[in-house]
């Protein structure tokens, strides 16, 4: 990992900082670089609404969205009202990134709470595919429940980690292998409302080395 990687020298840098007051106060002013504007998301999924919608055409009992908390909320409220079709929606939390993990420590499922999926077209909503680790799990317990189609909709996808089992059939944005916040991503729980992605910036983990511990 170079130098100018987020994610440089381990999350638990951060944790000291914030113990310690170390952090720079201002959100606006952790952000390293924004790789994608909140116009720019706008207009992405005003897109993905319309291949979304040409690839249900009028099911007569609706389709089935299930957002996987929490980070795509925001992709969610802004995809679904843009969405034509009759729709329930449930929602499953999967815990992958515990804390200040920038890389995935096992998907869980950690509580659901959807509406009958049987024999019923099921959207699964994320934020990100990175290991596919999250989404894998989501899609075995939607098959499980009997669903009739599963289809994914994420607003990121990490092109070079993707695995090929692990399909997404509507994408935001493809983006390089960078630990991303805002527009409901999350570094420890910090940056979700953020309107834009960004990345953070490294002297924020200098910042930090330089706490005593
Ligand atoms: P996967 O299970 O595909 O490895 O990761 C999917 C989940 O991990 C996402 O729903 C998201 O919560 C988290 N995740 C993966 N990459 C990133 C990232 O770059 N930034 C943030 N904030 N979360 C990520
Ligand atoms: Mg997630």
Redesign the pocket.
């Known amino acids: 990992m170079s130098e100018h990687q987020v994610g440089y020298r381990g999350p638990t840098l951060l944790r000291h900082a914030a113990r310690k007051t170390c952090i720079i106060p201002s959100m606006n002013g952790d952000i390293d670089r924004v790789l994608i504007t909140e116009a720019q998301i706008a207009a992405r999924i005003r897109e993905l609404a319309g291949e979304i919608g040409t690839a249900y055409p009028e099911p007569a009992d609706g389709i089935v969205i299930v957002p ?1 908390l ?3 909320v925001f992709f969610l409220v802004d995809l679904v009202r843009l969405l034509p079709m009759k729709m329930r929606i449930g929602m499953v939390a ?1 815990s ?2 515990p804390g200040e993990a ?1 890389r ?1 420590q096992g ?1 869980k499922l950690v509580s659901g709470r959807f509406p009958d999926v049987r024999d019923r077209h099921v959207l699964l909503v ?11 799990l989501v899609r075995s317990v939607m098959e499980r429940a009997g669903a009739r189609s599963i289809k994914t909709a994420v607003l ?1 996808r ?1 092109v070079s ?2 695995p090929v089992d ?1 399909p997404a059939d509507f994408v935001g944005f493809d983006i390089e292998d ?4 805002g527009y409901g ?3 420890n729980d910090y ?1 979700r409302n953020l309107p834009y992605i960004a990345v953070l910036r490294p002297e924020l983990y200098k910042v930090a080395e330089s706490c005593p511990v």
């Open positions: 996987v929490s980070g795509s999967v992958s990134y920038t995935s998907a994320d934020d990100i595919l990175d290991s596919g680790g999250t989404l894998r990121l990490k980690r993707a692990v960078r630990f991303v916040v991503l999350d570094y940056y």
